[in-house]
């Protein structure tokens, strides 16, 4: 009924606000698919219509309505909104570009990040050349994405595959802060590469789903099968199209991940 976020209190279970907007704060216009809580009474959402939603529970009208990307094409089609500290990733069906990165400070983009990486082109032409190949390759659709000690995990269909992402200033972890604004690009609106991808595992159909352990689960010096961890690491696990839930082992930021089950 409509396309409205719906907040219940989960004590009672009743409905507590519908979040849908009116004619001067327009509210979402085709299905919603992802919800975030970014705080205990602001949430984001995403929807096939390209727009992300900002909101207070407090409103039935939204903080603020952001547009995915430089282009301005993409739907978000799956469970692939987070938070990081002052910023939001979000993942999106493109033809390139997938993930989308956010400074909450300013609620404007400020990195795109390539699911396929190509060389930069040097003119307008050579631009449009780019992302007219990677429209004629396999679309990729995100339908997971979220933030792990400030890395990024991803996956989706179309390659089948997920995807982790170190930010490129430090292979150290991560601080909240870890972006600083710049002024000059911030007035710009100039967009910045601030992730690259470090490890890829494929599995044999579509990613609909992901999950990386709070901890570590594997140990130091743990057989798994007949190979012996070299490190505490954590587990993700894949949820697929086929049913069945596949474990990789979280990289190190100089690791492949590795199939586990």
Excluded at 93 to 107: E, F, I, S, W
Excluded at 132 to 157: E, M, Y
Aim: proline share 5%; with cysteine.
């Amino acid at each position: 009924r409509g396309h409205a976020v719906r907040v219940y209190d989960d004590a009672t279970s009743k409905l507590v606000r519908s979040l849908e907007g009116d004619c001067l704060a327009q509210g979402h216009s085709n299905r919603i698919s992802c919800v975030r809580f970014k705080k205990d009474r602001e949430l984001a959402s995403g929807s096939m219509d390209g727009t992300i939603k900002l909101w207070s529970i407090g409103s039935k009208d939204p903080i603020a309505s952001l547009p995915g990307g430089s282009d301005g094409t993409f739907e978000i089609i799956g469970n692939s909104i987070d938070f990081y500290g002052d910023y939001m990733i979000v993942g999106s069906a493109r033809p390139h570009k997938h993930l989308l990165l956010y400074d909450m400070r300013m609620n404007r983009l400020v990195s795109e990040v390539a699911w396929r990486k190509m060389k930069p082109a040097a003119s307008a032409a050579a631009r449009r050349w780019n992302v007219a190949k990677l429209a004629s390759l396999q679309k990729t659709n995100i339908i997971a994405a979220g933030f792990v000690d400030g890395k990024i995990v991803a996956g989706g269909s179309g390659s089948n595959m997920v995807k982790v992402f170190n930010p490129i200033r430090s292979s150290a972890p991560v601080a909240a802060d870890a972006f600083p604004v710049d002024q000059n690009t911030a007035e710009n609106g100039e967009l910045r590469d601030l992730y690259k991808p470090v490890a890829r595992f494929e599995v044999p159909s579509a990613v609909m789903g992901l999950h990386v352990s709070p901890q570590p689960v594997l140990r130091k010096g743990e057989l798994i099968g007949d190979q012996e961890c070299r490190e505490d690491a954590k587990i993700i696990a894949v949820a697929a199209s086929s049913g069945q839930v596949y474990g990789v082992k979280m990289p190190s930021s100089n690791s492949t991940s590795e199939p586990i089950i």
